[in-house]
């Protein structure tokens, strides 16, 4: 049990790091895609991308900053 509880300390310990450092890194955003808010504002475009975050979501922040970004990705949508 004494081995169980190190472990799950350690894996607390680096989730409660990993949060820091993605909230430090800030929220630079896709710039070039024009978002909707909405659903109402998103109705009249088709196809529809639903996209839903969380500022404490870790791979939420990663895409935001890394994929969504991508040119690929912004040509696609």
Same mark, same amino acid.
């Given at each position: 049990? @004494? /081995?169980?509880?190190? #472990? *799950? *300390?350690? %894996?607390?310990?680096? #989730?409660?790091? =990993?949060w820091? #450092?993605?909230r430090?890194?800030? !929220?630079?955003?896709? *710039? !070039?895609?024009? +978002?909707?808010?909405? =659903?109402? &504002? %998103?109705?009249a /475009? @088709?196809? @529809? =991308? =639903?996209?839903?975050? %969380? !500022? +404490?979501?870790?791979?939420?922040?990663?895409?935001? @900053?890394?994929? +969504?970004? &991508? &040119?690929? #990705? /912004?040509? *696609?949508?």
């Open positions: 049990m @004494r /081995e169980a509880t190190k #472990v *799950a *300390a350690i %894996a607390i310990g680096v #989730v409660a790091i =990993l820091i #450092v993605n430090s890194s800030g !929220d630079p955003g896709p *710039a !070039d895609i024009a +978002w909707k808010t909405s =659903l109402a &504002d %998103a109705s /475009e @088709r196809p @529809r =991308l =639903l996209y839903f975050t %969380a !500022d +404490w979501c870790g791979p939420c922040q990663t895409m935001k @900053r890394e994929t +969504w970004p &991508d &040119d690929t #990705v /912004e040509e *696609a949508i």
